[in-house]
């Protein structure tokens, strides 16, 4: 570039040098002038240049002086000149034509086209390198078909399918492929093609992303891992030509692994109705178009990762594409134990009793797990200890779960006393009915999350299936807190919000969903959409019988909270017994709990 600035300097100031070297000394005048100064034999000397006559003449007092004019088609000059005389010493006016320098042909060729294509291209891509650097993206602004990104394969993958517990059968079904990308010569001898691609299906924290990295680490292959929305750029073509050089560099790479996180972001199903989203749409086209197009037998196995598998366009889930689908749900009660085993390992723990924490975490997903240890070793660290104990586990469940612990006080006495007899209205209902978890702990300590006390509650085992006494005990179980308020204080408080609406969800799935109500019998009133990622509902019912669904859970609702109701009249005595005890600790365990309730029980 530089050079190429310089050559066109000199060009333009060649030009400039003559006048600019002495302008003061030159007189303009004009052409008969000249005629005459010759004629009258004052000329000394005459030089043509550029269409300019340009001569020294001797004043009338002989002083020399340099003039200028403009040349004139005079053919009679040279004669003129030849014949003049002059103060010279031969006598004869010496005079000459100054013919411009030609370049030479190739120079000319390459000052007035190479030069200026070579200056433009520089300009473009000095242009599209800073745009591009502007648009963070990677992408190649006015590309010609390649992203020009550079996908950087991880070559080096430490994890394995020892880091990912539970899941067996989705470690089962990984196996295969694992073993294919090992030596895919085994398999193109008989001829046989592995699915190109595994779809791994589960809601948010299950280990998606873990497992298809332990797939690359036990194969030992390259890993190239990139997340669906990276491929949803600013301009229509781009996230296309990311596919294309994604698929090229793993060719070239294979045995390899290419992982598509959250391929929703680019797989939702393509609509026709309204405009869709052109720059998605072309992107899909190009992957579906990629997946057919590589050789099976290469060993280039690509896995995905979606907890929206309804979304996704069914073109991709079509034989040769993503044909196998791998669940991962979320772990039972050894599952969790195994998930709590692995991330344990990591820290300093002294005979840690996992068994509890797996019971009091049913439902959490391998990701809450993983940091529910982690918490726990931060309370260690906090409090000064070097080990983690089971107890900074179960406060980190809760703490997971619930929210931290509020310190300064915020409740008054009366306040609290009122959260007690909530609680303990929870703990007695289940305490007295059959076939409802037992209580594992209660306390009415605020936290941060809003609670400002909880009942807790622990199953033994799991339970997949529950009956219809189940959910009506859970339910009864709910509005105890607001039944106690009732019984006790005659009037109702606000905290029993949360009650109302776990009680209410539940049974408006027990009429809508598990055909639970007589007047409905086995009949669906309701789907549930997007089932990983919290589920919202939709009715499937005319308007008339959304309003008798309405009443319906009324009515198993109203049916619960008279049991409550029941109950706790019927066992006044513990109550007021249980709840002073509660009031005073704040925090009691199941055991403490149970030991009241046995010592009424075996009296009555
Ligand atoms: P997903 O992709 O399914 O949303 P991730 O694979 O990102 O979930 O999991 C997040 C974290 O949760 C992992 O890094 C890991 O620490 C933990 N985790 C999830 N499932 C498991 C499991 N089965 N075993 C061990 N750790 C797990
Ligand atoms: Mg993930
Ligand atoms: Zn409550």
Redesign the pocket.
Known sequence: MGILWGILIVLFLNGLIFPLFNPRRITATDYGTFISYVDSGRVKEVMIKNGQIYFSAADADGKAATYQTGEIDDPGLVGRLLAAESPNESGKIVFTRIVPQENSPILNFILMWVLPGLIFYMLWRQASRSIQARMGSGGNFLSFGSSGAKIYADSDVKTTFA?????DEAKEALTEIVDFLHSPSKYAEIGASLPKGAL?V??????????ARAVAGEAKVPFFAMSGSEFVQMFVGMGAAKVRDLFKQAGEKAPCIIFI?EIDAIGKRRDTAIGGNDEREQTLNQLLTEMDGFDGRKGVVILA?T?RPESLDKALLRPGRFDRRIQ?EL?DLE?RK??LK??LAKVKHESVDLSIVAQATAGS???E??NIVNEAALRAVRQGRRKVTTADLEESVETVMAGAQKKNKVLSGEEKRIVAYHEIGHALVAAMQTASAPVHKITIIPRTSGALGYTMQVDEGEQVLLSRENLFNRIATLTGGRSAEELVFGSITTGASNDIEQATKLARAMVTRFGMSEKYDMMGLETVNNAYLGGDNALTCSSETAAEIDNEVLRIVREAHEKARGILSEHRALLDEAAAFLLERETITGEEFMRIVRKYESVG
């Open positions: 880091d990912v517990a539970g899941q791994l589960g809601p948010p924290g299950t280990g998606k992303t873990l497992i996180d990762a907890n991962m772990p599952g195994a998930i692995v991330h997903s391998g990701a797990l993983a």
